[in-house]
């Protein structure tokens, strides 16, 4: 066979020692060289994502920035030609996670000392902790953090050449213009996030995120608009808009509000049927807010509402701006608005000074509320931040027993809401096949809720009615409602 015919046929995603192996053969060249060139001709990168939605987003879009540079997505790390790590720092065991794994990958670097090696994300954004990363790493070729993502390919080309390590991360947090139109690989086809808003003015005692992510910026309208238009003629059913505080939304822009772009896209979103929306802080949230979703067809009616804690003390220290009374009033407006709304929450247990009498008023919200799912955490002080410093910091076992109690009594409520749900009809957009299983999809409620149903791969992408028939925890079964299928 022809050389030429041989190189064009280079197929893409064939790893570059097995490439290489076959361009030495043909091209009779030094394995090395012919390893370089592979890489050169079918280039592959390989991003672990370990925080948020908003940095899974921040992996699509880079995939999608190199993608436009050549890069096809590599099947795992030891493929990659470029392997970067998305990081997260808003608790310790999440910064542990990822530096954990940059350490365990650190023989690739070795292996192939033309692997560009990068950390970004949250972590480089916190003072200290890129000098940390050098010390730790020094194998690392690039640093950058949350804002400069639309940089990536000028900073892979200096990684490439320079020496040192390549490091470009935000140290002043003033406002930072949006860049728009970046392109974005999604994970998926069917559903798909729409960053709304970056970054929080918010300074909850505890919180890292301010740092990392800096202040508040809002898309305009339109830009969000437009992406959403082009996500419906793609095909997608349904989008998720992103930010830490949703509810601040337009705050900077100064005419406009969350609750108008709610009602803006449920109007302006062909093809489009589901919106949601995550995260909320209580605080910001408005009857004007509430009303939107209630009424806007396509808004599901899922509301992440973190509350961290039911006592007003600790509320108090953690700077959250509300209190038990308040949040307690907005439940009840939801619940007014939208009575089968789905009510998700995050809390934290252990907080500086939380006293056991403290803690039993969050174990009461639990049950007051009555939430669907809980995130829960136990507190990770945050250098730098205002609850690392406070007095009374309670010691590991009152944390995990708390939590632990926390989990318990969660899991309660969480299966009575989901049995309360058998024998109800629900909305499911199929989403896939169940593990694989051939004659089972799954899929998930207006209220975000999982469900398995027996079904075939030709529901998928599919709104069909499903009659809840068994509640778990964390998931519900039930069967397709034939009749509706076959005329809707
Ligand atoms: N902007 C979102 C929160 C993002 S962080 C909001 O305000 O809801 C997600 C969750 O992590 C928070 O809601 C909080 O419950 C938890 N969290 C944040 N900082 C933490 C810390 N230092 N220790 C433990 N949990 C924390
Ligand atoms: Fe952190 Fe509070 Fe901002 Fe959420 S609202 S990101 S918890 S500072
Ligand atoms: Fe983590 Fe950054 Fe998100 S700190 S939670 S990845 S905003």
Redesign the pocket.
């Known amino acids: 066979m022809d050389r030429e015919i041989d190189l064009a046929l280079t197929p893409p995603g064939e790893s570059d020692r097995a490439g290489g192996a076959r361009l030495a053969g043909a091209l009779n060249l030094d394995p090395d060289t012919a390893r370089r060139l592979h890489a050169r001709l079918d280039p592959k990168v390989y991003i672990e994502t370990f925080g948020c939605q908003m940095n899974e987003h921040d992996t699509e879009i880079m995939y999608g920035i190199l993608g436009r540079m050549g890069y096809a997505q590599a099947s795992g790390p030891e493929e990659a030609d470029v392997l970067l790590f998305n990081t997260c720092a808003i608790r310790e065991s999440a910064v542990e996670h990822a530096l954990g794994r940059i350490g365990q990958l650190k023989p690739l670097k070795y292996k192939n000392p033309d692997l560009v090696v990068g950390v970004c994300g949250c972590l480089p954004q916190v003072e200290g902790q890129t000098e940390r990363l050098l010390r730790m790493f020094p194998h690392l070729d690039l640093i950058f953090g949350t804002h400069n993502i639309h940089q990536l390919p000028e900073l892979i080309e200096r990684a490439r050449h320079e020496r040192e390590t390549v490091v470009d991360v935000w140290e002043s947090m003033g406002p930072d213009g949006i860049p728009e139109r970046l392109p974005v690989q999604r994970a998926g086809t069917l559903k798909a996030w729409v960053t709304i808003i970056y970054g929080?003015n918010?300074?909850?005692s505890y919180?890292i995120?301010?740092r990392t992510r800096g202040r508040e910026r809002s898309r305009l309208p339109e830009d969000i608009v437009a992406e959403v238009q082009e996500l419906g003629r793609q095909g997608y059913k349904e989008i998720t808009l992103l930010g830490?505080?949703v509810n601040a939304y337009g705050k900077d822009l100064g005419y406009t509000d969350f609750g108008d772009l709610l009602t803006l896209l449920d109007q302006s979103s062909p093809g489009i049927e589901r919106i949601r929306f995550t995260t909320n802080?209580p605080k910001d949230f408005t009857p004007k807010m509430v009303e939107a979703i209630a009424r806007a067809p396509k808004v599901c009616e899922w509301l992440h509402l973190p509350v961290q804690s039911g006592s007003d003390a600790v509320l108090r220290r953690m700077r959250r701006s509300y209190n038990r009374r308040q949040y307690l009033d907005l439940v009840r407006r939801i619940r007014e608005w939208m009575p089968d709304a789905v009510i998700t929450t995050d809390i934290i247990v252990g907080f500086p000074g939380e006293t056991e009498d403290d803690f039993r008023q969050t174990l009461s919200l639990v049950e007051e509320v009555g939430y669907d799912a809980a995130f829960m955490f136990m507190f990770s002080p945050r250098a730098g931040t205002e609850a690392a410093t406070l007095p009374d910091q309670l010691p590991q076992e009152v944390k995990k027993e708390r939590l632990q109690r926390l989990i318990e009594l969660q899991n309660r409520v969480s299966l009575a809401k989901n049995q309360a749900m058998v024998g109800r009809v629900e909305e499911i957009l199929v989403e896939g096949l169940d593990k694989g299983k051939a004659d089972r999809v799954y899929g998930r409620t207006r209220g975000n809720k999982l469900v398995t149903a027996p079904g075939s791969a030709d529901l998928i992408g599919r709104l069909v009615p499903v009659r809840i028939t068994e509640a778990h925890i964390w998931t519900l079964e039930g069967s397709v409602v034939e009749a509706a299928v076959a005329t809707g």
Do not use: A
């Open positions: 929080c918010k300074r909850c919180c995120v301010p830490q505080n802080h």
